[in-house]
């Protein structure tokens, strides 16, 4: 091209690149699901990392009596120059009471608390470095035992759907047949459009986008939910050391995609998805979050206004949002 009709835009995206590689990335991943689906040994397995060698195993009695927590991992990871801060929150506890009735709610409060500490960071005078600790995905994992979907499972996902980018999961596939997990993601994909489960949805390709990137892309939608299997031992198959589950029977592969979907959910959260998960954490899970505290806000400066103006039949004013007390106060004030 001459020199003269060259402006210089079309390096922009070089430099969208280099500023983003040189800040880093962040992720922010939620796993759930009762104890024992092999939710730790997963998410080791998808990021090559060692996150709960400090975990301490509970016996069945404790694990009875354990109330639902909420435990932070983080660690940041590099790969080929780029960096990810890494943060895995985990639910120990919960779907492992006699008595599950709301066992989600903490799970659910977190999210939101997460969301209020953002739009306070947003909202307040230095925006420069506000920590995006809101949560990107929510991996759930659904026992392999059964029919189908618990009734806590269809509670769970429908108490989330509105908040997070739900991904059902079924868990321990290696514990199946091929025509059962078959069966079982026939009926659990039935099973979420009939009690309107919102689970996440991938976005349409765009027509640029080549042949195969297409193709992995249909067979991504048509597998879900994936079935996966985590381990962190290496074994030898073939002459080949891979990651995989030693059985009297033979071995079941974690990376081979005839044993089970641990590829391609892999390949969806980190290679392909991540940045649109991120995407629809921010532009319609937390704008509708932002717009209903606005909405609280309004509504609550209007009654206050309208209490100081004379009008005793409204009775008192509400106690106000939990988001943003001292924007009331400042709008009282003048």
């Known amino acids: 091209m001459?020199?003269?009709?060259?402006?210089?835009?079309?390096?922009?995206?070089?430099?969208?690149?280099?500023?983003?590689?040189?800040?880093?990335?962040?992720?922010t991943l939620m796993v759930a699901g009762e104890s024992g689906m092999g939710k730790s040994t997963l998410v080791n397995s998808l990021?090559?990392?060692?996150?709960?060698?400090?975990?301490?195993?509970?016996?069945?009695?404790?694990?009875?009596?354990?109330?639902?927590?909420?435990?932070?991992?983080?660690?940041?990871?590099?790969?080929?120059?780029v960096k990810l801060k890494l943060t895995i929150v985990d639910t120990p506890g919960f779907g492992d009471a006699v008595n599950n009735n709301e066992c989600w709610k903490p799970i659910t409060d977190y999210i939101d608390q997460q969301f209020e500490q953002y739009f306070r960071d947003?909202?307040?005078?230095?925006?420069?470095?506000i920590q995006d600790n809101r949560v990107h995905c929510c991996l759930y994992f659904i026992p392999p035992f059964g029919h189908g979907l618990r009734p806590v499972d269809v509670e769970f996902m429908k108490a989330l759907h509105e908040k997070v980018n739900v991904v059902p999961l079924i868990a321990k596939a290696d514990c199946l047949t091929p025509n059962e997990i078959k069966k079982l993601k026939d009926r659990v994909r039935e099973e979420i459009e009939r009690f309107g489960?919102?689970?996440?949805?991938?976005?349409?390709?765009?027509?640029?986008?080549?042949?195969?990137?297409?193709?992995?892309?249909?067979?991504?939608?048509?597998?879900?939910?994936?079935?996966?299997?985590?381990?962190?031992?290496?074994?030898?198959?073939?002459?080949?050391?891979v990651r995989g589950r030693l059985y009297p029977?033979?071995?079941?592969?974690?990376?081979?995609?005839?044993?089970?979907?641990f590829v391609k959910l892999r390949?969806?959260?980190?290679?392909?998805?991540?940045?649109?998960?991120?995407?629809?954490?921010?532009?319609?899970?937390?704008?509708?979050?932002r717009a209903q505290c606005i909405q609280d806000m309004t509504r609550y400066v209007c009654l206050c206004v309208y209490c100081r103006a004379g009008f005793p039949k409204l009775g008192p004013p509400p106690p106000p949002p939990r988001v943003h007390i001292l924007f009331f106060a400042v709008a009282l004030r003048s």
């Open 197 to 241: 489960i919102k689970v996440y949805q991938f976005p349409e390709c765009d027509s640029d986008e080549d042949e195969e990137f297409k193709q992995l892309d249909k067979e991504l939608k048509e597998c879900c939910p994936l079935a996966v299997i985590g381990s962190n031992t290496v074994v030898e198959t073939r002459g080949q050391r």
């Open 249 to 261: 029977w033979g071995i079941v592969e974690v990376e081979n995609q005839s044993h089970c979907d």
């Open 2 to 27: 001459d020199d003269k009709q060259y402006v210089g835009f079309a390096t922009l995206p070089n430099q969208v690149h280099r500023k983003s590689v040189k800040k880093g990335f962040d992720f």
């Open 122 to 129: 947003e909202s307040g005078l230095n925006r420069k470095n």
């Open 47 to 81: 990021f090559l990392t060692d996150l709960y060698k400090d975990r301490k195993l509970l016996n069945s009695e404790e694990r009875i009596n354990q109330t639902v927590e909420i435990i932070k991992h983080t660690v940041d990871i590099e790969e080929k120059g």
């Open 267 to 289: 390949n969806m959260l980190i290679r392909s998805h991540m940045h649109d998960l991120k995407d629809v954490t921010c532009d319609v899970h937390y704008e509708n979050y």
